[in-house]
């Protein structure tokens, strides 16, 4: 059977000269055979005239044209990108719908705001997409030298679990063979009942006892804290999906800590399980 097509989907920022996340994109699915890359480009027009679809249908043209003038100026490893224009009036709805509708792995994104802030709608994203989510802080070209994953020990439910298994394969897979990359491992533990020895961390993620950092404390202060120490320039960590009131009023720990992280940062999501009884 032939493997399904790992796919990107990469959003074009129209009030940018240089694409980072178009870039970054490229930069992945250059060395892969199991990669397919999109490229999102949303347009809307609010100008008043007398003929909305032949504005909508001129501005699409238009946009369309220049979205392929810049995936040619960037392309030069040759990778398959398809273009894509969305007409939507709120670009954050857009990209969730193409990402849903396209079955997208990852959705590729520059960061909103300066590389030590994440914006209002960086964290819009992050509540209502179901794909990885990659904002990039910093200009793709640089290689990455060193990966930090945060995961969390002490979870004891399915979800959180689920997590800390596909955050450590993601970070595996992404060193791959490259001995030279380091490999680092955060996990925060909020009391001495649930610390965790570092030496274990090492051996279940099969990294030297120097890279696993086990430290006390709220993983909202540990995590960023300790990426921006080392120098990491990529951060994994988990996002338990949640919805309603509970995901807007109080906010998830991966939304609070991608504030004041300087690298760029993976998102991964599971969507949270909520078991109800039978009325």
């Not at 043209?61 to 979205?67: A, D, E, F, G, Y």
């Not at 949640?242 to 991608?258: A, D, P, Q, Y």
Request: glycine content about 6%; some cysteine.
């Amino acid at each position: 059977m032939k493997k399904e097509k790992t796919r990107f989907l990469a959003v074009i920022d129209p009030t940018r000269i240089d694409q980072w996340a178009l870039q970054k994109a490229i930069s992945i699915a250059k060395d892969r055979d199991d990669a397919k890359v999109y490229a999102l480009l949303c347009a809307h027009s609010e100008a008043e005239c007398d003929d909305p679809e032949e504005l909508r249908t001129s501005e699409l043209r238009r946009h369309t044209i220049w979205l392929d003038e810049i995936i040619a100026s960037v392309n030069d490893a040759g990778v398959d990108i398809e273009p894509f224009v969305e007409w939507h009036e709120d670009w954050r709805e857009a990209i969730c719908n193409v990402a849903s509708a396209g079955r997208i792995d990852m959705v590729i994104k520059r960061a909103s705001g300066r590389p030590s802030s994440l914006a209002s709608s960086d964290r819009q994203l992050i509540r209502s997409l179901k794909s990885a989510l990659l904002l990039v802080k910093h200009d793709p070209s640089t290689d990455l030298q060193k990966v930090l994953v945060a995961v969390d020990f002490n979870a004891s439910d399915e979800n959180h679990a689920a997590l800390n298994d596909a955050i450590i394969d993601l970070g595996r897979r992404i060193r791959g063979s490259n001995n030279t990359m380091e490999f680092h491992a955060v996990s925060a533990y909020p009391d001495s009942d649930k610390f965790v020895h570092p030496p274990d961390v090492a051996s279940k993620l099969k990294i030297d006892r120097s890279q696993a950092h086990v430290r006390q404390g709220k993983a909202g202060d540990i995590i960023p804290g300790l990426a921006n120490k080392i120098g990491a320039d990529l951060v994994i960590v988990g996002n338990v999906g949640r919805r309603g009131f509970s995901g807007i009023m109080v906010g998830n720990t991966s939304e609070k800590i991608l504030t004041d992280i300087q690298s760029d940062v993976l998102v991964l999501v599971r969507e949270e399980r909520i078991e109800r009884s039978a009325a």
